[in-house]
């Protein structure tokens, strides 16, 4: 399927900005309690697709790059794809 040129080249929006976005992520994602239960704190960054329906989909982790073992014991990739 291809996309009309105008939509294509749409610029990306950031959400980071966004204080409703940013208050609805807030509520719906918690940070992996086996590391905040041990005081490990960072930041984790996560790509995704919006759809035309305003669903969310292909939901990555950016950052950090964890091995398939890393993200399974830390949980980043269950708490970002289950609070988006």
């Known amino acids: 399927m291809s996309l009309p040129l105008a939509l294509a ?11 409703v ?6 509520r719906r ?5 086996i590391l905040a239960n041990n005081a ?3 930041r ?3 790509g995704f ?6 669903r969310i ?4 982790l950016l950052y950090p790059v964890l091995s398939q073992l890393d993200n399974r ?9 289950n609070g988006l």
Do not use: C, N, W
Not at 21 to 26: D, G, Q, V
Not at 49 to 54: A, C, N, V
Not at 57 to 60: A, R
């Open 9 to 19: 080249q749409m610029p990306q929006y950031r959400l980071d900005k966004d204080p």
């Open 73 to 81: 014991s830390y949980g980043f990739e269950y708490v970002i794809k």
């Open 29 to 33: 994602i918690d940070y992996p309690p």
């Open 21 to 26: 976005f940013i208050a609805i992520a807030s």
């Open 57 to 60: 989909q292909h939901i990555t």
């Open 49 to 54: 697709e919006i759809d035309e329906r305003g």
């Open 40 to 42: 490990i704190y960072g």
């Open 44 to 46: 984790v960054y996560a």
